[in-house]
């Protein structure tokens, strides 16, 4: 390395040459599973209730939580899911649900499809989910529902949120949709709340291209999620209440069910992740031990009680102060020139959205809806302000040199703090 190198974005050579993107994914299939889909597409590509594929893939999801939910229901994707769940879970006009202030916009949205109210509450700094302190003051006599979202594959507190959620009489929905396969104290999320929903959209560690899965153990949520997405077969097959089972023919009226295909993509999928998840762990273990060294970067904390999954991207925090003071946008185009995969997480605070900060619902005009969000100064703004990006790394070790480059471009930016803030400061002018 010579003394007299430059950052790449003022004219230096960058230390990056892999072309981009870093991270591909989802990975092309096998010949095994092009071979399923195939004879799927020569057999049936119809959907009778939950047999075939669609019944294989919720057996074996079941299977995958170590079988401590007792039902599974496919849906097209983890939005539908979701408001299945809530729509059983008891959503309805009059009703609040508590969710964090940070996350996936669809975590909370189908609540306003079903009338209900959403309260947004303050996320806590180490978990990067739900704040058990902001939930126990956000409840009042409206909130009935609390959802935890296992931001970016951490889990919550699950301990002290059920606490509160007992204590309450709340019913707790789990959004699991970064978090395949995260475990709690050594039990997997999902298995904690009245229900949870999975995302398998095409970005997830388990994915069917589209689809979501809902699974419970509560045989209500499970036949009144049913009845929303599903009519006939499954319908008359699965509903274990005989009075919701006279809906069998027509079941709500909506029709949100999985298709064969994505079920087959989704089971490979849940095959590979074993092997999948170990080496993004080896990955982002490796990844984080480079970072220790990086005074501007914040490295992503992980409990010893939990276990990150599938993890979800790598998004550390950035010390703007110990850099000079660079705006974020400037230090990510500095990374970017060196030929870094890295940006800000796309989920902006959910209070900065129309769909959440106007005061009307817009599905049903003229209905006036809550807005009740953290103030100024949150834990959910300081994180949306200062989180980092980066590839959700998986090959190993092919990725270690890619991860010691990544490394050695932040390193570079850090020698070159001053030159990083004179152009920052010339940029402004």
Excluded at 71 to 90: D, E, M, Q, W
Excluded at 345 to 359: C, E, I, M
Excluded at 397 to 408: N, R
Aim: net charge neutral.
């Amino acid at each position: 390395m010579t003394s007299d190198e430059r950052l790449a974005l003022l004219g230096g050579a960058p230390v990056i040459e892999q072309p981009l993107p870093h991270e591909v994914w989802p990975p092309p299939a096998d010949q095994a599973e092009l071979s399923e889909l195939a004879g799927q597409r020569n057999t049936d590509i119809s959907i009778k209730g939950n047999s075939g594929p669609i019944g294989r893939l919720e057996a074996d999801f079941l299977a995958f939580l170590d079988n401590r939910a007792r039902f599974a229901v496919t849906f097209n994707s983890g939005t539908s899911a979701l408001l299945a769940a809530y729509f059983a879970l008891g959503v309805r006009e009059g009703v609040d649900v508590v969710g964090p202030a940070l996350t996936y916009h669809a975590a909370l949205s189908p609540v306003f499809a079903l009338r209900g109210d959403v309260v947004l509450a303050d996320i806590d700094p180490a978990t990067r989910g739900l704040d058990p302190a902001a939930l126990q003051a956000a409840i009042t006599e409206h909130t009935k529902i609390v959802t935890v979202v296992h931001q970016w594959g951490h889990p919550c507190d699950m301990d002290a949120i059920l606490r509160i959620a007992e204590r309450h009489g709340l019913r707790v929905l789990e959004d699991c949709s970064h978090a395949h396969g995260s475990h709690y104290k050594g039990r997997p999320v999902g298995t904690f709340g009245d229900a949870a929903v999975f995302s398998l959209q095409a970005n997830k560690a388990i994915y069917a291209g589209e689809g979501g899965i809902l699974v419970t153990s509560d045989p209500g949520v499970h036949d009144r999620a049913t009845l929303l997405g599903h009519y006939r077969d499954r319908s008359r097959d699965s509903v274990l209440d005989e009075g919701l089972r006279a809906h069998w023919v027509t079941g709500y009226g909506l029709k949100l069910r999985m298709s064969p295909f994505n079920a087959i993509v989704a089971r490979h999928a849940l095959a590979a992740f074993p092997s999948r998840k170990e080496a993004r762990h080896r990955c982002l273990r490796y990844f984080g031990e480079q970072l220790r060294d990086v005074p501007y970067l914040e490295p992503v904390h992980v409990a010893d009680h939990v276990d990150m999954g599938a993890w979800y991207g790598y998004k550390p925090l950035y010390r703007t102060e110990a850099l000079g003071g660079v705006p974020r946008s400037v230090l990510i185009d500095a990374l970017r020139a060196e030929g870094m995969e890295v940006g800000a997480p796309s989920g902006p605070r959910l209070s900065t959205l129309p769909l959440y900060a106007r005061p009307e619902n817009p599905l049903f005009p003229g209905t006036p809806k809550k807005r009740a969000a953290p103030r100024a100064g949150s834990h959910a703004e300081h994180v949306e302000r200062h989180a980092l990006s980066l590839p959700t790394f998986t090959n190993w070790p092919e990725d270690m040199k890619l991860i010691d480059q990544y490394a050695e471009a932040f390193r570079k930016v850090d020698r070159h703090c001053d030159a990083l803030v004179r152009y920052a400061v010339e940029s402004r002018r």
